[in-house]
């Protein structure tokens, strides 16, 4: 099983719609959450940053942590085409070095 | 502020060779990450450095090797190359103030082994 679980989708919404990205873990060590958008054949950009859980709010993005299930949550509201990348979910336990990446979710956003 | 900058952006090899590709770091950030990024997968963590010495290490063999250097820029030299080899590989810089919580990523360079 692997520590972090992400549906890679597609993922096609059209524009100003509400989109819900997820990503589900195993190691209840972790304790930073990060959202990372990936367009294409460029590297990640740090959308979200959170710790331990709850909500974070960013214009359009919200981040939820749910520690209890295991269960993190992107929510991206009024979708644009410009949003239309891969989303990748990324958490890292207390004092560790490395991040655990989920597969990434590609979405596309319809004019 | 400069961000996370590597080179070359891309490039070509042939299996058994050896390739070094570079990173500089943002402004300010003193760790430095390796990951490489196969087609359609989340990035898997190689090594970090920090003040110059490895700081952890991921599930990769000894022929992926590094450097850190006093100016926070770095090195990932991969030895032997094989096909499984081909990927992104991305560098990530931290901020001294958060332990490397917080990794910024750089474009990557696409890595060909033919």
């Known amino acids: 099983q692997k520590e972090v679980e992400q549906d890679p989708g597609p993922l096609s919404v059209p524009e100003g719609a509400i989109v819900s990205l997820n990503c589900t873990y195993s190691n209840s060590a972790f304790q930073y959450f990060m959202w990372y958008r990936q367009y294409s054949r460029k590297g990640p950009e740090l959308l979200m940053y959170?710790?331990?859980?709850g909500n974070k709010e960013d214009g359009r993005f919200t981040a939820q942590v749910d520690k209890s299930s295991k269960y993190i949550s992107l929510f991206i509201r009024d979708s644009q085409p410009s949003d239309s990348a891969t989303y990748l979910c990324a958490m890292k336990r207390t004092g560790a070095n490395n991040l655990f990446f989920g597969t990434g979710t590609r979405l596309t956003v319809i004019p | 502020e400069t961000g996370v900058t590597q080179s070359p952006t891309h490039l070509i090899k042939t299996r058994g060779q050896q390739v070094t590709l570079r990173c500089s770091s943002q402004s300010g950030h003193n760790t430095v990450s390796w990951y490489q990024q196969a087609l359609g997968q989340g990035p898997q963590f190689i090594f970090q450095?920090?003040?110059?010495?490895?700081?952890g290490r991921g599930n990769f063999p000894p022929r992926f090797s590094g450097l850190q250097f006093p100016n926070y820029s770095s090195e990932l030299n991969v030895n032997a190359l094989e096909l499984d080899d081909s990927a992104l590989y991305l560098c990530a810089s931290s901020p001294r103030t958060s332990g490397g919580d917080t990794q910024y990523f750089g474009p990557g360079t696409r890595l060909t082994v033919l």
């Open positions: 959170t710790y331990s859980s």
């Open positions: 450095y920090y003040r110059e010495e490895e700081n």
